[in-house]
């Protein structure tokens, strides 16, 4: 089992800049489909990027697309989320998810395993 661990959460004022990181341990992350999605108070966990085994496929949701970057690091076992131009609707805890499907699934939701995820709060 791939063992996920998030850092680099925080509070930051709106238009403001964060990256997260998640380090994989446990098994060899290069064999895993990476992604991130967040859960804000009463509502449902979104999606919110993904990235294939090899790097060269990413997925963004709409809310996120041209502010967000995910990238990974396959020798350091880790994965980052840099989010730009934060929104206070971007606040919510995010987690770091692991998908060993041969696909590459955007459904980040749907993930086998996860981290224990990592508040971040955009004041306006």
């Known amino acids: 089992q791939l063992q996920l661990a998030e850092s680099g959460g925080g509070s930051v004022q709106a238009g403001g800049s964060l990256r997260l990181s998640c380090a994989a341990s446990g098994r060899t992350m290069k064999n895993y489909n990476m992604g991130w999605s967040r859960q804000a108070p009463g509502k449902e966990r979104e999606s919110v990027a993904a990235i294939g085994r090899s790097g060269l496929h990413t997925y963004y949701s709409d809310s996120v697309k041209g502010r967000f970057t995910v990238s990974r690091d396959n020798v350091e076992n880790m994965v980052y989320l840099q989010m730009n131009n934060l929104k206070p609707e971007d606040s919510a805890i995010y987690y770091c998810?692991?998908?060993?499907?041969?696909?590459?699934?955007?459904?980040?939701?749907?993930?086998?395993?996860w981290g224990q995820g990592i508040q971040v709060t955009v004041s306006s």
């Open positions: 998810g692991a998908d060993v499907s041969l696909f590459f699934r955007t459904t980040v939701d749907s993930y086998e395993n």
